[in-house]
Structures are given as C-alpha cells and as structure tokens.
C-alpha cells in the first residue's frame, strides 16, 4: 500500500444511487462516522441525470454505444480493468482508505471492466 497524510473516504456514485436502504443507511452512518459530523446527515439522494438530451443536448454529447466508438470503448474497458484491479489490490489494502459496504462497491467495481452496451455481437469483439 502507498502511505498517505490524509485519511480518504472511497464511494462510487452507485452507492449514492442504490436503492437498498440498509446499504445506503449504511453509507451514510459511515460517511458520518469518517466526516466526525456530529449531527446526522439527511438521506441521500438518489439522481444522476443528464437533463440535456435531444434537442437540448451539447453538440458534444456522443452515444457511446454506436459502433464507431467501439474501439474507445476496448480502450475505457481495458483503463476499468487495470484501475479496478489497482483499486482492489493496492487502494484499499491501505489503512488510510475507508470503504462502506465493502462487498457491494467490489461488486460495483466488477463492473468496471463490463462493456455497458454489450450485446452479443459486440461482447465478442471487445
């Protein structure tokens, strides 16, 4: 593990979306209990939107599941891979890292390294 001044509380952002309320019961206890909050935190809550779609959508905005953007794709899933691996087995082996629902966020992180538009045809060319 790498040595660290600061203590750092790791979450991914579908912990703060789960619906589960035990496991975001949780998180929050946990969050609190780093945070050293004295009051209770209100509940979470539970929106990650783009509000700018179809005609107001960025001229920017790409759907990344159009198949020319597969080989972006390979190279997103291949940095998931390595980052969810580094994560795992370097991160949190760190006593400095705090992690709630350790078992749900590996879980999550699993996903890291899955192509979110796979269908059949594409899962075998990544």
């Known amino acids: 593990f790498f040595p660290n001044k600061f203590q750092i509380f ?11 309320v035990t496991r975001t019961d949780n998180l929050r206890h946990a ?4 945070m ?3 009051h209770p935190m209100k509940p979470l809550g539970h929106e990650n ?13 790409i759907n990344i599941c159009d198949d020319k953007y ?3 794709r ?5 940095k998931g891979r390595e980052t969810q691996m580094w994560i795992r087995n370097k991160f949190l082996q760190s006593p400095d890292v705090t992690v709630a629902n350790r078992n749900h966020f590996l879980e999550l992180l699993d996903k890291w390294e899955q192509d979110p ?3 059949t ?6």
Do not use: P, W
């Open 121 to 126: 045809t594409t899962a075998e060319l990544l």
């Open 49 to 61: 939107l783009n509000h700018f779609v179809g005609k107001k959508a960025y001229k920017e905005t």
């Open 36 to 38: 050293n909050f004295k």
């Open 117 to 119: 538009c796979a269908t």
């Open 31 to 34: 969050l609190e209990s780093f």
């Open 74 to 78: 390979r190279e997103l899933i291949q």
């Open 70 to 72: 597969l080989d972006l």
């Open 10 to 20: 790791i979450y991914s952002l579908e912990q703060m979306e789960d619906t589960n």
